[in-house]
Protein backbone atom coordinates (compact mmCIF):
# COMPACT_ATOMS: atom_id res chain seq x y z
CA UNK A 1 0.00 0.00 0.00
CA UNK A 2 1.17 3.59 -0.64
CA UNK A 3 -0.12 6.04 0.93
CA UNK A 4 -0.18 9.74 -0.77
CA UNK A 5 -1.05 13.43 1.13
CA UNK A 6 -1.38 16.19 -0.67
CA UNK A 7 -0.81 19.93 1.11
CA UNK A 8 -0.13 23.05 -0.40
CA UNK A 9 -3.72 23.94 -1.75
CA UNK A 10 -5.63 27.32 -0.34
CA UNK A 11 -6.79 30.66 -1.64
CA UNK A 12 -4.71 32.16 -4.23
CA UNK A 13 -5.47 35.53 -5.95
CA UNK A 14 -5.96 35.27 -10.04
CA UNK A 15 -2.36 35.30 -11.31
CA UNK A 16 -0.42 34.24 -8.41
CA UNK A 17 1.28 30.72 -8.27
CA UNK A 18 1.13 28.19 -6.13
CA UNK A 19 3.24 24.80 -5.31
CA UNK A 20 1.18 21.59 -4.45
CA UNK A 21 2.95 18.85 -2.59
CA UNK A 22 2.59 15.04 -2.27
CA UNK A 23 4.38 13.04 0.50
CA UNK A 24 4.28 8.89 -0.41
CA UNK A 25 4.90 6.59 2.44
CA UNK A 26 4.27 2.98 2.40
CA UNK A 27 5.37 1.02 -0.36
CA UNK A 28 6.89 3.44 -2.00
CA UNK A 29 8.54 1.18 -4.29
CA UNK A 30 4.82 1.42 -6.41
CA UNK A 31 5.03 4.73 -6.75
CA UNK A 32 7.34 4.58 -10.05
CA UNK A 33 4.65 6.76 -11.85
CA UNK A 34 3.12 9.71 -9.85
CA UNK A 35 0.27 12.17 -10.83
CA UNK A 36 -1.92 14.94 -10.33
CA UNK A 37 -5.38 15.35 -11.20
CA UNK A 38 -7.73 18.25 -10.59
CA UNK A 39 -11.45 18.17 -10.87
CA UNK A 40 -13.90 21.16 -10.46
CA UNK A 41 -17.42 21.28 -9.18
CA UNK A 42 -19.95 19.61 -11.73
CA UNK A 43 -17.08 18.65 -13.77
CA UNK A 44 -15.43 15.41 -14.38
CA UNK A 45 -11.98 14.45 -13.33
CA UNK A 46 -8.82 15.99 -15.70
CA UNK A 47 -5.69 14.97 -15.84
CA UNK A 48 -3.06 17.54 -15.33
CA UNK A 49 0.46 16.37 -15.28
CA UNK A 50 2.43 12.85 -14.59
CA UNK A 51 6.11 12.28 -13.74
CA UNK A 52 8.55 8.86 -13.73
CA UNK A 53 10.56 8.22 -11.22
CA UNK A 54 13.79 8.88 -13.63
CA UNK A 55 12.23 12.26 -13.52
CA UNK A 56 13.03 12.86 -17.29
CA UNK A 57 9.48 11.63 -18.35
CA UNK A 58 6.81 14.03 -17.65
CA UNK A 59 3.25 14.05 -19.46
CA UNK A 60 1.17 17.18 -19.15
CA UNK A 61 -2.84 17.19 -20.38
CA UNK A 62 -3.42 19.00 -23.65
CA UNK A 63 -4.67 22.74 -21.78
CA UNK A 64 -2.59 22.05 -19.05
CA UNK A 65 0.96 22.61 -20.96
CA UNK A 66 2.94 26.19 -20.08
CA UNK A 67 1.80 27.14 -16.70
CA UNK A 68 2.16 23.82 -15.18
CA UNK A 69 5.51 22.17 -14.13
CA UNK A 70 5.53 18.63 -12.34
CA UNK A 71 8.45 17.28 -10.46
CA UNK A 72 9.87 15.20 -7.79
CA UNK A 73 12.42 14.05 -5.04
CA UNK A 74 12.59 10.68 -5.07
CA UNK A 75 15.30 11.07 -1.74
CA UNK A 76 11.56 12.44 -0.32
CA UNK A 77 9.20 10.18 -2.09
CA UNK A 78 7.56 13.51 -2.65
CA UNK A 79 5.95 14.55 -6.12
CA UNK A 80 5.27 18.68 -6.68
CA UNK A 81 2.96 20.50 -9.27
CA UNK A 82 4.09 24.21 -9.75
CA UNK A 83 1.45 25.92 -11.17
CA UNK A 84 1.73 29.65 -12.48
CA UNK A 85 -0.23 32.45 -13.23
CA UNK A 86 -3.60 31.37 -11.58
CA UNK A 87 -6.96 31.47 -12.90
CA UNK A 88 -10.52 31.56 -11.36
CA UNK A 89 -10.74 28.43 -13.83
CA UNK A 90 -7.81 26.40 -12.05
CA UNK A 91 -10.18 26.23 -9.01
CA UNK A 92 -10.55 22.88 -8.19
CA UNK A 93 -9.44 19.78 -5.44
CA UNK A 94 -6.43 18.75 -6.98
CA UNK A 95 -5.57 14.53 -6.20
CA UNK A 96 -2.25 13.35 -6.43
CA UNK A 97 -1.84 9.00 -7.57
CA UNK A 98 0.80 6.73 -7.86
CA UNK A 99 1.52 3.88 -9.88
CA UNK A 100 3.21 1.27 -11.97
CA UNK A 101 5.96 2.55 -14.98
CA UNK A 102 3.78 0.86 -17.33
CA UNK A 103 5.72 3.21 -20.02
CA UNK A 104 1.86 4.78 -20.91
CA UNK A 105 2.41 8.17 -20.16
CA UNK A 106 -0.46 9.93 -19.65
CA UNK A 107 -2.60 6.68 -19.40
CA UNK A 108 -0.57 5.48 -16.53
CA UNK A 109 -3.11 3.22 -14.72
CA UNK A 110 -3.01 4.57 -10.73
CA UNK A 111 -3.28 2.32 -7.99
CA UNK A 112 -3.32 4.86 -5.17
CA UNK A 113 -4.38 8.02 -4.72
CA UNK A 114 -4.79 10.84 -2.02
CA UNK A 115 -7.61 13.08 -0.45
CA UNK A 116 -6.61 15.96 -1.95
CA UNK A 117 -6.14 19.86 -1.95
CA UNK A 118 -8.65 22.27 -1.83
CA UNK A 119 -7.01 25.20 -4.57
CA UNK A 120 -8.90 28.31 -4.99
CA UNK A 121 -8.41 30.95 -7.11
CA UNK A 122 -9.81 34.30 -6.83
CA UNK A 123 -10.64 36.68 -9.84
Known amino acids: QVQLVESGGGLVQAGGSLILSCAAS????????MAWFRQAPGKEREFVAA????????YYGDSMKGRFTISRDNAKNTAYLRINTLKPEDTAAYYC????????????????WGQGTQVTVSS
Open 51 to 58: IMRDGDRT
Open 97 to 112: AAGPDLGLGSFTPYDY
Open 26 to 33: GRTSSSDA
